[in-house]
């Protein structure tokens, strides 16, 4: 898997690659998202080097070339969306290939963040919906109820559990009339009139 080989060549600099964004929904919950790169922060520390030209470095010794926002080899896209990590991470172990990657419960955060706050952003909600149904009960709880309060979307996570709960056929439509509920201000069980 790329993910382990950029750990590798991060690790050997003394940095850290953390897979993060799409990219973790797709190793996180398969099939609520396919994402055609590969979205990673790298952080490490402070020197006279900064850390996105030790990073292009690391990128260009494996034979990617930047193209655009990210950097390619092949069929491969790598975008380095950022230099500093404060979600939690774990590790992911698939035999003998290790990665450290951000926590379920952050790129479920972004979906039901994006979802609510973002015009036409139903997709997010979906994802987020198949999301929750593979986590089960396996979320930190308290954790993402916390950063859904800071973002201004707690509402959201309750009216898609509320939805999800009730075995709504999830629409394009059912989603945009959530999305309208949530930006009026409506509480989640106002849903029940949908």
């Given at each position: 898997?790329?993910?382990?080989?950029?750990?590798?060549?991060f690790r050997n600099r003394g940095l850290r690659a953390v897979l993060v964004g799409g990219s973790a929904i797709e190793v996180l919950a398969?099939?609520?998202?396919?994402?055609?790169?590969?979205?990673?922060?790298?952080?490490?520390?402070?020197?006279?080097?900064?850390?996105?030209?030790?990073a292009a470095a690391v990128m260009e010794s494996l034979g990617f070339q930047r193209a655009g926002m990210g950097w390619s080899l092949g069929d491969l896209f790598v975008h380095l969306v950022g230099y500093q990590m404060d979600d939690p991470t774990v590790?992911?172990?698939?035999?003998?290939?290790?990665?450290?990657?951000?926590?379920?419960?952050?790129?479920?955060?972004?979906?039901?963040?994006?979802?609510?706050?973002?015009?036409?952003?139903?997709?997010?909600?979906?994802?987020?919906?198949?999301?929750?149904?593979?986590?089960?009960?396996?979320?930190?709880?308290?954790?993402?109820?916390?950063?859904?309060?800071?973002?201004?979307?707690?509402?959201?996570?309750?009216?898609l559990r509320a939805v999800a709960a009730r075995g709504d056929v999830i629409t394009e439509d059912l989603l945009q009339q959530i999305h309208a509920n949530l930006l009026a201000g409506r509480a989640w069980d106002a849903l029940e009139t949908l």
């Open positions: 898997m790329l993910m382990s080989v950029l750990t590798e060549a398969p099939g609520a998202h396919l994402s055609d790169d590969t979205d990673v922060v790298v952080t490490g520390p402070t020197s006279d080097v900064p850390l996105h030209e030790q590790s992911i172990d698939l035999g003998t290939l290790r990665f450290e990657i951000v926590q379920r419960e952050v790129p479920l955060a972004d979906r039901i963040i994006g979802f609510k706050h973002w015009p036409g952003a139903t997709a997010y909600g979906a994802q987020a919906l198949q999301m929750l149904a593979s986590y089960g009960e396996s979320l930190d709880e308290a954790w993402l109820r916390e950063r859904l309060h800071k973002e201004r979307a707690l509402d959201a996570l309750d009216a």
